[in-house]
């Protein structure tokens, strides 16, 4: 089974929208982390942003926030203001046994925003 | 300070062949990972090094592939008798560890391998 769900391959946006990238998971772990990473173009991995599954508030970090709804497993990355470098392919992860010192990571299949001017 | 860094950036090699990547670490992170990444794929997960306990080696794909650790710095991802399904763009990263942080992985380059 799928750990980690990002269902759509490719989402188009206009310049200045927001976005939401979708991402659901699996875990019957009570503690976990969740992440998304940016991948444009040139091929380096970029962190954006990190919601335990302990935290009260969804994560926030400049034009990124993520919508963490725990009881249907899902933590959909919204983009607001939306900028012609944030195309790129956009990666869902999973980190699961956080209070146990686990940090084997899982990936999802990613999604690739394209932004238009 | 400097990021992770990867080398070769590209390998080509010929099938049956062993080859190595190599891995640096930022100084001060205890914890490194390996990933695959297939052309327009996501990463697939490898391996990780936790500091001075036993590596978690539950994505290596088969017994052709291992890797090392030395003194909780460098790695070497080791692939032997290279098939032309091994080829991807192998990931390596690292991080920190803390109580509570989101410990998020730092990425090299990647090496591109190519089997012939």
């Known amino acids: 089974a799928q750990k980690i769900t990002q269902t759509q391959p490719g989402m188009f946006v206009q310049e200045k929208e927001a976005v939401t990238l979708d991402c659901t998971y699996d875990?019957?772990?009570?503690?976990?982390?969740l992440f998304w990473y940016k991948q444009p173009s040139s091929g380096e991995m970029i962190f954006l942003i990190y919601q335990g599954s302990y935290d009260q508030q969804n994560a926030t970090e400049g034009r990124y926030s993520l919508n963490f709804q725990k009881a249907r497993k899902s933590a959909n990355l919204v983009i607001s203001a939306s900028q012609l470098g944030d195309s790129a392919m956009y990666f869902c992860?999973?980190?699961?046994?956080?209070?146990?010192?686990?940090?084997?990571?899982?990936f999802g299949a990613g999604t690739r925003l394209f932004v238009k001017a | 300070g400097a990021g992770v860094s990867q080398s070769p950036s590209n390998k080509v090699t010929e099938k049956g062949k062993d080859v190595e990547l190599r891995c640096d670490p930022i100084?001060?992170?205890?914890?490194l990972y390996w990933y695959r990444q297939s052309l327009g794929q996501g990463l697939e997960f490898l391996i990780y090094?936790?500091?001075?306990?036993?590596?978690?080696k539950s994505g290596l794909p088969s017994d052709r592939f291992s890797a090392e650790r030395t003194g909780g710095s460098v790695s070497t991802l080791t692939i032997q008798r290279t098939q032309q399904e091994d080829s991807a763009v192998y990931l390596c990263?690292?991080?920190?560890?803390?109580?509570?942080?989101?410990?998020?992985?730092?990425f090299g380059p990647g090496t591109r391998l190519t089997v012939l």
């Open positions: 990263a690292s991080s920190r560890i803390s109580s509570g942080g989101a410990n998020e992985q730092f």
């Open positions: 875990t019957s772990d009570p503690s976990y982390g």
């Open positions: 100084s001060g992170h205890t914890a």
């Open positions: 090094f936790q500091g001075n306990s036993a590596p978690d």
């Open positions: 992860a999973m980190r699961e046994g956080l209070h146990t010192g686990g940090f084997k990571t899982i």
